[in-house]
């Protein structure tokens, strides 16, 4: 039985992981921004563990964490939650910046500095949910492709810092996939959601669990999921 930590396992296709990995019968620990988050959580999953702890203040992380039992092993770290505020740099704020770099880059690089002993002594793998924001960027959305893009160098520092202990690291790099994030971007965007349109969430997910289940004579370093329709 592996040992999953997941950020962002509340819904999308951080929970459609989840989900896959619930009913095979492994090992999960959910991340909750706070304690009534972490009682839903713990509901939709049972026999799940939970941290709490808020990525949108990185800082606290390591203070939130001294109070709480953190996992003996961590077979994998999977980093899917995410934020995205759109706008014209012109437009945007200082706080929206903050906030979009503190939840997509910042949070998981701390994380992942608090897990890597874990992860090193199960040869463990870390998982990024990136974006094809991540690979280029487009007008209205600097500050999501900002971060994004600091988080395809965060993946590609890690995998050669720790190639030596067996550490595998993936970026996963999605299209636009039917997620409530992706309702929200739309309505940003003054367009119609219509979610048949766009990659359903489990089909990301196979891709996760096919990375995380690759044998270990290989690793999958960046993938990237485009819609089909």
């Known amino acids: 039985m592996a040992t999953h930590v997941i950020t962002g396992a509340g819904s999308g296709i951080g929970a ?70 759109l706008g014209d740099i012109g437009e945007l704020t200082p706080k929206s910046w903050r906030h979009q770099l503190n939840v997509n880059l910042i949070a998981p690089a701390e994380l992942t500095r608090h897990f890597l002993p874990q992860l ?51 970026s996963v790099y999605p299209g636009r996939t039917a997620t409530p994030m992706q309702a929200k971007v739309h309505q940003q965007e003054g367009k119609e959601y219509e979610a048949e349109q766009w990659i359903d969430p489990e089909s990301v997910a196979t891709t996760v669990l096919t990375a995380l289940d690759l044998p270990r004579d290989a690793e999958i370093n960046d993938v990237s999921v485009r819609p089909g329709r």
């Open 16 to 85: 459609a992981v989840a989900r896959r990995l619930h009913a095979r019968g492994d090992d999960l620990v959910l991340l909750a921004r706070d304690a009534g988050r972490a009682k839903e959580l713990a509901a939709e999953f049972p026999g799940a563990r939970t941290l709490v702890g808020d990525l949108s203040d990185p800082d606290k992380l390591s203070w939130a964490f001294s109070h709480q039992t953190l996992p003996d092993r961590v077979d994998s770290l999977l980093h899917f939650a995410g934020v995205a505020d």
């Open 120 to 170: 090193r002594a199960a040869r463990g793998q870390v998982l990024f949910a990136n974006s094809g924001a991540g690979l280029s960027a487009h007008a209205g959305w600097s500050a999501y492709a900002a971060s994004k893009h600091g988080l395809k160098a965060l993946a590609d520092s890690l995998r050669q810092e720790e190639h030596g202990h067996g550490v595998r690291v993936t």
